[in-house]
């Protein structure tokens, strides 16, 4: 089954800098590539997406780019904020009309914490 | 649009005894997946319901279950309790019509099992 690793697990950066976190993934087939923001007890939220038919989306501050050729993706965060801080997780899911192994799953990468320090 | 909602929101339990949670999706969504968060093991899928049918399940032992209604409402229930099962339990809704949707989170139900 499809395998996302993320790095790294921790990251500290200072106010302003940008902050950069890596996915990689294993299974060809994966074309959904959602990012969440997880802060302390609350639900994660949805921050960014890309298909697998896109090579880089830009929202704001936050941008993720995919590279389907290397399995990887990357989000990217720039003139980071003290709200930046939180747990930030990779995810990656796949669409098959063969089988229902896909259906309603995300494989979460392991998650990254963010300290943005003022 | 009201958001996903879990209840209850918090649980204690001993060992042995079983448990149900309980998860309302948006409306208009039909999918609801599951979801076990712990520090260790991060998030983990358990499994997916879609028009009152699993269509999806994770590697978790026969003691986690789920079902869902008519409504799109899902419960999942955990028998015979273990200490590892304490955890943060989500759920997500989504439209359910491909694997490519976005799945929104719920807030959780926090269980601790004594």
């Known amino acids: 089954g499809e395998n996302v690793e993320q790095h790294p697990s921790t990251l500290s950066v200072q106010e302003g800098d940008s902050a950069v976190i890596k996915c990689t993934y294993s299974d060809s087939a994966s074309n959904y590539f959602p990012w969440y923001k997880q802060e302390l007890g609350k639900r994660p939220q949805l921050i960014i997406d890309i298909r697998s038919n896109v090579g880089e989306k830009k929202d704001q501050r936050i941008a993720v780019t995919l590279n389907k050729t290397a399995k990887h993706f990357s989000l990217h965060i720039t003139e980071t904020q003290p709200e930046d801080s939180a747990v930030y997780f990779c995810a990656a899911s796949k669409k098959t009309s063969l089988t229902t192994d896909s259906w309603g799953k995300l494989q979460f990468g392991a998650g990254t914490q963010v300290v943005v320090t003022p | 649009k009201a958001g996903v909602t879990q209840t209850p929101r918090y649980l204690i339990k001993t060992r042995g005894q079983q448990v149900t949670l309980s998860c309302s999706p948006i409306s208009g969504h039909r999918s609801v997946s599951w979801y076990q968060q712990t520090p260790g093991q991060g998030l983990q899928f358990l499994f997916e319901?879609?028009?009152?049918?699993?269509?999806n399940k994770g590697n978790f032992p026969g003691r986690f279950s789920g079902r869902q209604f008519s409504n799109s409402r899902s419960e999942m229930n955990v028998s015979t309790l273990e200490l590892g099962d304490s955890a943060l339990y989500l759920c997500?809704?989504?439209?359910?019509?491909?694997?490519?949707?976005?799945?929104?989170f719920g807030p959780g139900t926090r269980l601790l099992v004594l």
């Open positions: 319901y879609f028009s009152e049918t699993q269509r």
């Open positions: 997500a809704s989504s439209h359910g019509t491909g694997g490519e949707e976005t799945q929104y």
